[in-house]
């Protein structure tokens, strides 16, 4: 056994001293990268020289590092998939892909990665593009550092900025997406780590799960997005530090959340979305140390919503705290923060001493006449808030903060 | 009329109530800052405030200067001055005094707060755009209520209706109508009700600072375009104009035709 794992090392050593280094220029031997790729042996460098080179659908079938320096363009040209990935170990590095072909029946990428392990894509930037970089099948990858950006205007006829598929184990950090259709979407992808990276100006979201469990995203940044992040059928997320921003519009939302189960949303900061957190048929979710500030409904609720724990969260000035579209509640809000607390604290422990209610009647109200938003901070809404909240008719009676906090949770 | 305008806002500013007034926004103002520590929500309190108090105390006071100086309008009345000039002069003693008060008082204590290296000096501003130009309504149609009303008590009377009609039936009554027809498209309908009603536009103009976040979740064309650009602004400004015009014209008409 002793001399059989030798053998292999050997080998392996051997195989790591006769690699070598191919050069790709338009005055070297070498003029092109498919030709440096058919050219290489296993474990080859292959490094590419400042140039254009108009080449497509390259195919890297050997574990190769391939390097660009100060950052050569790949020209696709529009005429279909650029780079396609599918031996295992395969490192990319620096490269400029434009020109990524559009088609309505095939998901061209910049980069495809297939049935692969152990990859690493890094410093790339893609521009003009319809899929990014589209890791199908493959595990234990990494991509950092990229720079994506699209020119997406409608949702049919656009790719994603980062898209996996089936794939487990892969690392996404600090990346830069903008205007693409999703930033960064993951499907049937589990134990991912999404991390450090900034996805704006996109036109559906920034960030989309479909059926992926145990997967963590957090230190992220979502922008100005058609919505910022849309969590939808998967399982055990964790969503820790994120940054929500303006995402603006009629059906937009800072976090999208439908039938999600056992996740948990720490530390986030929700500021000016239209929606902070739109929740639909999830449960059991922790929320703490979470920040939602200037937004026009912190949180909305649609339903199907069980055992959610809201806990030290600071509500900062939003049009609406939380919405109910039905008066049963089974979620708990305990000790959070609310700018809108008008009670008191007379024995001074920090903790107001008449419950708050977060969900007002003229919530309800605008959930069922939409128009009547125009109507907000009226006297008159006041005064009809005020008798609701002394005698609950219309909003779950049982939904209250019995522990409103005086002062703004510092964490 | 400029004579009879200095002559009444001096008067008025030698009167004990501009001062109750002034000390009072600057009480408020002082409160605000000392309890909140937060600029962007004191705004926000106050504009809860401006919109409903600027106009009671708009029309209260203008209905009482008109009738305490009935007797020195007519004595004015019986020389070769123009009646548009006196009664226009002696409104915009009033309205101007009130303006005056409401922004020295609101304005010093947000001022010594450091508002100028804030981020709420431009939502401040509007809030004080609009509180001047609820003076000049709301001063405008009490001197029309006390011209039509001989007798004080009616005259009071009326004025303080009017005021509890556009501070709170008027939005009553529009919610109730939204909530009756909800079953056809009401944005027009919703921005037009707005625009009837001087309260309600100011309100919509201050909404548009605070709140655009929440007007931009409803669905319809023209709400977007009203609170997406700065088409709403433009609008709300121009509308609070003709509210200032139409009762101030009503004023020059009434004055000329009156018996005294």
């Not at chain 1, 363009?73 to 529009?78: P, T």
């Not at chain 1, 930033?183 to 996109?202: A, H, M, R, V």
């Not at chain 2, 929440?214 to 003709?242: H, N, P, R």
Request: glycine content about 6%.
């Amino acid at each position: 056994m002793k001399s059989i794992t030798v053998f292999f090392i050997a080998i392996f050593i051997a195989n790591i001293s006769i690699a070598q280094t191919i050069e790709v220029c338009s005055t070297c031997p070498v003029s092109t990268l498919k030709e440096a790729i058919t050219q290489s042996k296993d474990f080859d460098t292959i490094i590419v020289e400042k140039g254009s080179y108009k080449e497509h659908a390259i195919v890297v079938d050997k574990p190769l590092t391939i390097i660009g320096k100060n950052y050569p363009v790949i020209d696709g040209e529009k005429k279909g998939e650029i780079i396609t990935i599918t031996a295992d170990n395969v490192t990319v590095d620096g490269l400029f892909i434009i020109n990524v072909g559009t088609s309505y029946t095939e998901d061209y990428a910049a980069i495809r990665v297939k049935n692969s392990k152990n990859f690493v894509i890094q410093n790339l930037v893609l521009e003009k593009l319809f899929f990014g970089i589209y890791i199908e099948k493959s595990r234990n990858g990494k991509v950092y550092h990229n720079k994506i950006i699209g020119d997406a205007v409608e949702e049919y006829n656009s790719g994603n900025g980062i898209q996996l598929w089936y794939s487990k184990n892969v690392e996404i950090e600090h990346n830069y997406v903008e205007h693409v259709r999703d930033g960064i979407y993951l499907e049937f992808s589990d134990d991912c780590l999404i991390k450090n990276n900034i996805s704006t100006l996109n036109v559906r979201y920034g960030l989309h799960f479909m059926f992926s469990n145990d997967d963590t995203y957090q230190d992220n940044t979502f922008e100005n997005n058609g919505a910022g992040v849309a969590v939808m059928f998967s399982k055990r997320i964790k969503m820790y530090n994120n940054l929500f921003k303006e995402n603006w519009g009629t059906a937009s939302y800072g976090m999208l959340l439908k039938e999600i189960n056992d996740a948990e949303i720490i530390g986030n900061i929700f500021e000016d979305n239209t929606i902070g957190i739109n929740i639909e048929g999830s449960n059991r979710i922790n929320y703490r140390h979470n920040s939602f500030s200037n937004n026009g409904w912190a949180i909305k609720v649609k339903g199907a919503c069980y055992a959610n724990n809201f806990t030290e969260n600071n509500f900062l000035y939003n049009s609406f705290d939380i919405a109910y579209n039905s008066n049963v509640n089974d979620n708990v809000f305990d000790k959070n923060y609310w700018s809108n607390y008008t009670g008191y604290d007379l024995d001074k422990n920090g903790i107001g001493d008449v419950p708050y209610r977060p969900v007002k009647l003229f919530s309800y109200i605008v959930n069922r006449t939409p128009e009547t938003i125009i109507l907000l901070r009226s006297m008159f809404i006041d005064i009809i808030d005020f008798s609701e909240k002394v005698s609950p008719v219309f909003t779950p009676d049982n939904l209250l903060d019995k522990n409103p906090q005086i002062k703004r949770i510092t964490w | 009329m400029l004579k009879i305008l200095r002559y009444s806002f001096f008067d008025l500013m030698r009167s004990r109530w501009s001062y109750v007034y002034f000390a009072f926004y600057l009480l408020l103002g002082v409160i605000l800052l000392f309890l909140n520590n937060d600029l962007s929500k004191a705004v926000i309190t106050l504009m809860n405030v401006i919109i409903v108090l600027v106009p009671l105390i708009g029309t209260i006071f203008g209905v009482m200067y008109y009738y305490n100086s009935q007797e020195f309008t007519e004595l004015l009345l019986a020389q070769p001055i123009k009646r548009a000039s006196i009664f226009l002069g002696q409104y915009l003693g009033v309205a101007l005094s009130l303006s005056m008060s409401l922004i020295l008082g609101l304005g010093i204590p947000f001022v010594f707060y450091g508002l100028f290296e804030s981020s709420a000096v431009w939502d401040f501003s509007l809030l004080l755009i609009t509180g001047v130009f609820l003076t000049l309504i709301f001063t405008a149609l009490a001197f029309n209520i006390a011209l039509s009303n001989e007798n004080k008590i009616k005259g009071f009377g009326y004025a303080i209706l009017l005021w509890l009609f556009l501070a709170v039936i008027y939005d009553g009554l529009f919610l109730m109508t939204l909530i009756l027809f909800e079953d056809y498209p009401l944005d027009k309908l919703s921005l037009f009700g707005t625009m009837l009603n001087p309260i309600d536009l100011s309100r919509t103009l201050i909404l548009l600072k605070l709140d655009i976040s929440a007007l931009l979740g409803y669905t319809g064309a023209v709400f977007k375009q009203f609170f997406g650009t700065s088409f709403g602004l433009i609008v709300s400004f121009f509308m609070l104009t003709v509210w200032v015009i139409l009762p101030v014209g009503r004023i020059i008409n009434k004055s000329k035709k009156k018996d005294f």
